[in-house]
């Protein structure tokens, strides 16, 4: 049988992975488990090469902490994306208000036929600037009220965001993702990042993020990671993708038509592993696809 070397690559990784995440592991886990509803992943895939083969179910290997799982399905989302955009307003942000301004509004005239845009912006806490539309005259009004003032308090905005703005349109709406715009610094929200990146992660909302330069120069942050690591953190660990603040315009484009032509749902029944303990996922595809999907399985059970 031929194995492709893009798997040879994965499986050397996933040997890896497995020796670290082996401690992490109670002992509960040597026993079957099966979540009888199944487990849904949203994944990001697409060709690398000109083939018009749509991707079958067949060229995927989904492991969790090194134990490969059998995918049930994986199917084309053809749902319209639901795209919060999550502005950072705080007095000592490095970037002006037009800057921040410009920024949203790409997004505004990328969007396709059924996707819409949630405007937040948040200094100490976050404030609607504009409800669900795909009106960019009304958008465009709206982000006058964008302002600098106070300090940053992400986690407690973002989390604030997923459980007020997102979580309510679910599970019917599977399509969801943040735009964050901002530098990654946190100043006192009460929400913890491990505890946020956690929540994001279970209900399958990819982050994206317009990164901004860190006004700290990379100071350290005490119980939390540094400014560029939340950032970095919250895009890879929830499978989305990083774009420098300058490049609002390729990041819209690229966004929007990503979650428009490339987004699927994988679902599987894990076995072998624990409800109980978070599970590192890793999936990769035959040589000629790329993929892209969070990183961590919270637990199911709390």
């Known amino acids: 049988m031929k194995v492709s070397a893009t798997r040879i690559y994965g499986l050397i990784l996933i040997l890896v992975v497995s020796f670290v995440c082996v401690d992490a592991q109670s002992r509960r886990n040597a026993a079957s488990t099966v979540d009888a509803e199944g487990t849904i992943l949203s994944v990001v895939a697409s060709r690398t090469t000109e083939s018009k083969e749509p991707i079958k179910v067949e060229s995927l290997f989904l492991y969790e902490n090194g134990i490969e799982q059998k995918i049930k399905n994986f199917s084309f989302d053809p749902s319209p994306a639901k795209i919060v955009i999550l502005a950072d307003n705080s007095q000592t942000l490095r970037a002006d208000l037009e800057v921040l301004k410009k920024a949203t509004m790409e997004f505004a005239y990328e969007i396709f036929d059924g996707d ?46 997923m459980n007020e703005i997102l979580l309510p349109l679910m599970p ?94 994988l679902s599987y029944s894990p076995v072998n592993t624990s409800s109980y303990d978070a599970r590192r996922v890793f999936l990769i595809a035959d040589e000629g696809i790329s993929i892209r999907t969070k990183s961590l399985q919270p637990p199911n059970v709390k």
């Open 116 to 161: 819409q845009l949630f405007i937040v912006g948040y200094d100490e806490k976050p404030e609607i600037i504009q409800e669900w539309t795909d009106d960019a005259k009304k958008i465009e009004t709206s982000i006058a009220t964008y302002r600098k003032k106070g300090n940053s308090f992400l986690f407690d905005s973002l989390s604030a965001t």
């Open 172 to 265: 019917g709406t599977r399509k969801t993702a943040v735009v964050l715009i901002s530098d990654g610094l946190d100043r006192g929200s009460k929400t913890t990042f491990d505890k946020l990146l956690s929540e994001l992660q279970q209900q399958n909302i990819t982050v994206y993020a317009l990164q901004i330069p860190d006004r700290t120069g990379g100071a350290y942050r005490r119980n939390q990671p540094k400014a560029n690591k939340v950032i970095e953190q919250l895009t890879e660990g929830t499978g989305g993708r990083i774009f420098p603040l300058e490049e609002a315009n390729t990041a819209a484009k690229f966004i929007c038509d990503e979650l428009k032509r490339n987004r699927y749902l």
